[in-house]
Every structure is written in C-alpha cells, then in structure tokens.
C-alpha cells in the first residue's frame, strides 16, 4: 500500500510539473503580429482620395468614389490643402513607428506626420498616435499586400465635414 501511494504521489508531482510549466507564459515574448499588420509594414504611396459617400457640391450630385483632388479647384483656399497631398508617402515600420512625407495638415491634423502605430479594434482599424501621444484611429476600409483603403473624415473649412477614402498603394 506504501509503495502504491508514493508512486502514486510521484505520479501526481510529475504531471503536475509538466502541467504547470507548460502552462508558463514567457513574459519576454512579444505577441505575433496579425497578417494584417504585416501588410500595413512598410511604404505606401497616395494614389487618391476620393468621396466615401455621394454629396452634392454647388448644386451637382457628386457620387461616391468621385476624387477630392479633381474637384479640389472647386473647394476655395480649402482645396490646395487637398492638392498640396498627391505626392505623399506614408511608411509603417516594423517597430511600430510611422512616418508620412507630404501635407496631413486637412487630411490627418491629430496624426501628423510622425508617431506611432497599431492595429486596433480587431486589426479592423490603424490607430495613429501622434507624438503628443494624440490617439488618431482609421478604420480599414480595403487591404492587400498592394493596396491599403483608409477611412477618413475631413472637415473642409467653409464647405463641409466630409467622409472621405484615403487611397494608398505600395
């Protein structure tokens, strides 16, 4: 009966060993980034921006997809704000940094043009944080390994708020 119970007890202490060091989590290991993120990382150039949904400017019904940048002559001062934008890059780092070469004056005001980033609301979103540590989240509106679709929603001074589509290919 002795050498039953303390093989027994030898048993449970194993499994018991087992269990709990297979259950440790390495507090050193940083979470796997999403597919997702690993498409956002890297260069991005800005092909467009267009109308997320249809507006009706001077009268005209405007539908959605139509370009910002070609109605811009039609936006006053407010629209050489969109225009200044065409030849922006925006890089997405690895490191969770990002950084956007042009004017986000209009387009991104809270972001800027650097601080960091991270996929948010189930990777459904990129939250910019400018760095003044200002929260500035887009929700992902199309992805692929070449084409990054972003939210956007722009008050245009003296014309209107705006959603827009911010269109961007590596």
């Given at each position: ?10 048993i449970?202490?194993f ?6 060091s297979?259950?440790?989590?390495d ?16 260069a991005w ?15 005209q019904?405007?539908p ?7 109605l ?16 922006n ?16 004056d ?10 960091t980033?991270e ?5 459904g979103?990129i939250?910019l944080v400018?760095?003044?540590g ?8 199309n ?16 014309v ?8 961007l290919?590596?």
């Open positions: 009966m002795r050498f039953f119970t303390l093989a027994y007890l030898s449970m202490l499994a018991g060993s087992v269990f709990s297979s259950c440790k989590k507090s050193n290991a940083a979470p796997a980034k999403s597919a997702k993120y690993q498409m956002v990382t890297g150039k800005q092909q467009d921006i267009v109308l997320a949904v249809a507006v009706k400017l001077n009268k019904n405007i959605a997809g139509t370009s910002i940048l070609v811009a002559p039609l936006l006053g001062p407010a629209g050489a704000l969109f225009t200044c934008t065409v030849n890059t925006y890089t997405f780092n690895e490191d969770g940094t990002f950084a956007i070469n042009g004017c986000t209009l387009i991104l005001p809270v972001a800027g043009n650097k601080g980033w996929m948010d609301v189930h990777d979103a939250k400018s760095e003044k200002e929260n500035d989240p887009h929700w992902i509106d992805i692929s390994n070449t084409n990054l679709d972003l939210a956007l929603t722009v008050n245009i001074p003296g209107a708020t705006v959603p827009l589509t911010l269109k290919k590596k």
